[in-house]
T-cell receptor
Framework: DQQVKQNSPSLSVQEGRISILNCDYT??????FLWYKKYPAEGPTFLISISSIKDKNEDGRFTVFLNKSAKHLSLHIVPSQPGDSAVYFCAATEKETSGSRLTFGEGTQLTVNP | NAGVTQTPKFQVLKTGQSMTLQCAQD?????MSWYRQDPGMGLRLIHY???????DQGEVPNGYNVSRSTTEDFPLRLLSAAPSQTSVYFCASRRLLSYEQYFGPGTRLTVT
């Protein structure tokens, strides 16, 4: 049972435009969400996170939106740059549970074309 | 700070062989974990540890063992390698009260 799903395996955008990556989850107990970015032959790196008590968190060009009623979150990158080309994973967790394991989605390959 | 280090970077095993993937971190993080990444399946948790002497199973623990004798090291043992264990393995660590994990560079394992 895939509790975190990223339904788009790939996304291609032009440099300077907005990139929107989407993520859906099924477990209503998840209360903290994160996005990671992964370049080829490297480990994932943390990008941005959001708590379920918020509906938006912004960090420079990156903004994460959370819609709890729809169990949906999205990552907006504005403006997109060629260096943003990478695989993006969303992840979710229940903060107060033992171990607080992260559950990851399948990833979306973003390609930003110059 | 080296962060999270993993060795080896690449490994080829024959079916039935055993090996240990090494992971070390120098950030004094309590929480360490192992993931495998397979195409179309994202990162799946194999085992994790919330501190020295404490380990627990993740989503896909079968065929793997772990131990945590020190805060710094968290080795992953493959007991009898199978082709289904061909994957890229990532070790990660974080502070117990933080959810931002730091990942190692990965080990690409092929089992023939």
């Amino acid at each position: 049972d895939q509790q975190v799903k990223q339904n788009s395996p790939s996304l291609s955008v032009q440099e300077g435009r907005i990139s929107i990556l989407n993520c859906d989850y099924t477990n209503s107990m998840f209360d903290y969400f994160l996005w990671y970015k992964k370049y080829p032959a490297e480990g994932p790196t943390f990008l941005i996170s959001i708590s379920s008590i918020k509906d938006k968190n912004e960090d420079g060009r990156f903004t994460v939106f959370l819609n709890k009623s729809a169990k949906h979150l999205s990552l907006h990158i504005v403006p997109s740059q060629p260096g943003d080309s990478a695989v993006y994973f969303c992840a979710a967790t229940e903060k107060e549970t033992s171990g607080s394991r992260l559950t990851f989605g399948e990833g979306t390959q973003l390609t930003v074309n110059p | 700070n080296a962060g999270v280090t993993q060795t080896p970077k690449f490994q080829v095993l024959k079916t039935g062989q055993s090996m240990t993937l090494q992971c070390a971190q120098d950030m004094n993080h309590e929480y360490m974990s192992w993931y495998r990444q397979d195409p179309g399946m994202g990162l799946r948790l194999i085992h994790y540890s919330v501190g020295a002497g404490i380990t627990d199973q993740g989503e896909v623990p079968n065929g793997y063992n772990v131990s945590r004798s020190t805060t710094e090291d968290f080795p992953l043992r493959l007991l009898s390698a199978a082709p289904s264990q061909t994957s890229v393995y990532f070790c990660a660590s974080r502070r117990l009260l933080s959810y931002e994990q730091y990942f190692g560079p990965g080990t690409r394992l092929t089992v023939t």
